[in-house]
């Protein structure tokens, strides 16, 4: 949806809208995150804020089909590191092989055609801001105690500074939009949403690095969406990069 839009920081705060909202509904029947959490909210928060303006940016000047598998790619590697200084999560020699065969995917679509220098080092950047919010969020959970009033906090922080900052500056645009694509910015906040109330599930029990790895397997989704839907080229180096980033995604995932 942001790939596609004509606006595409409109299309984000009206996925961040659908998430204020949800989280402003559950609000009164979930528990409240403890205080350890709090420190982790605010840095999860801050981390997303940057994770939105890299990848709309990345979105503007980079083919869907690099700057997703690129972005997505590089997080679990960049988690799992994070993981391991930090807290002790230790790589078998299968994992290192998998982080070794994600770097070398990551390589691969980096020298293809579309890929500018500008795309990759925005697509790496926003890799490394979902590295960061992924670990920071894996974290929150772990401290807090709490899956759904962590989530429910985050979607409001988030949505009240992207949906403020929107009705602030461009007040006309945004209502316009809301207007237009409501349905489709409704489908796509429930989306993210679940799908990050899912992750949150797994890295309160599970090691941030493969559950990172997991989530991360959408890379082939992602190259297939902007060939399909996009009408991006998706020749031999393309497949060959993706089909490397996801084994080595598996491999990380499951080679405890």
């Keep these: 949806?942001?790939?596609?839009?004509?606006?595409?920081?409109?299309?984000?705060?009206?996925?961040?809208?659908?998430?204020?909202?949800?989280?402003?509904?559950?609000l009164p029947f979930v528990d409240w995150p403890a205080a350890p959490a709090w420190k982790w909210l605010a840095l999860t928060a801050l981390v997303q804020f940057g994770y939105y303006?890299?990848?709309?940016?990345?979105y503007?000047?980079?083919?869907?089909?690099?700057?997703?598998?690129?972005?997505?790619?590089?997080?679990?590697?960049?988690t799992?590191?994070?993981?391991?200084?930090?807290?002790?999560?230790?790589l078998n020699t299968a994992q290192l092989a998998a982080v070794l065969l994600?770097?070398?995917?990551?390589?691969?679509?980096?020298?293809?055609?579309?890929?500018?220098?500008?795309?990759?080092?925005?697509?790496?950047?926003?890799?490394?801001?979902?590295?960061?919010?992924?670990?920071?969020s894996g974290m929150g959970v772990r401290s807090g105690g709490t899956v759904l009033g962590f989530q429910a906090c985050l979607e409001i922080l988030n949505g009240v500074v992207m949906v403020g900052l929107a009705l602030l500056t461009r007040p006309q645009a945004a209502i316009a939009y809301a207007r237009r694509q409501g349905a489709r910015?409704?489908?796509?906040?429930?989306?993210?949403v679940a799908g990050f109330l899912a992750y949150l599930a797994a890295?309160?029990?599970?090691?941030?690095?493969?559950?990172?790895?997991?989530?991360?397997?959408?890379?082939?989704?992602?190259?297939?969406?902007?060939?399909?839907?996009?009408?991006?080229?998706?020749?031999?180096?393309r497949i060959a990069a993706a089909t490397?980033?996801?084994?080595?995604?598996?491999?990380?995932a499951f080679g405890r």
Excluded: C, H, N
Excluded at 60 to 78: E, F, Q, T
Excluded at 80 to 90: K, N
Excluded at 185 to 192: D, E, P, V
């Design 53 to 58: 303006a890299l990848l709309i940016r990345s």
């Design 1 to 26: 949806m942001v790939k596609a839009a004509v606006d595409r920081l409109l299309a984000m705060v009206a996925i961040r809208a659908v998430g204020l909202a949800l989280g402003l509904a559950a």
């Design 185 to 192: 910015g409704a489908m796509a906040g429930l989306l993210s």
């Design 203 to 237: 890295a309160q029990r599970l090691p941030l690095g493969p559950v990172t790895a997991l989530r991360e397997t959408s890379v082939i989704f992602g190259a297939v969406i902007g060939t399909l839907v996009m009408k991006e080229g998706f020749g031999p180096r």
């Design 244 to 252: 490397m980033m996801v084994a080595g995604i598996a491999l990380l």
């Design 80 to 90: 799992t590191l994070a993981a391991f200084l930090a807290i002790g999560e230790a």
């Design 102 to 136: 994600i770097s070398l995917g990551i390589m691969v679509l980096s020298l293809g055609a579309g890929a500018s220098r500008a795309a990759v080092g925005y697509a790496l950047a926003t890799g490394v801001s979902v590295a960061a919010y992924s670990f920071t």
């Design 60 to 78: 503007d000047i980079g083919d869907m089909s690099v700057v997703y598998p690129l972005a997505r790619g590089l997080a679990p590697v960049l």
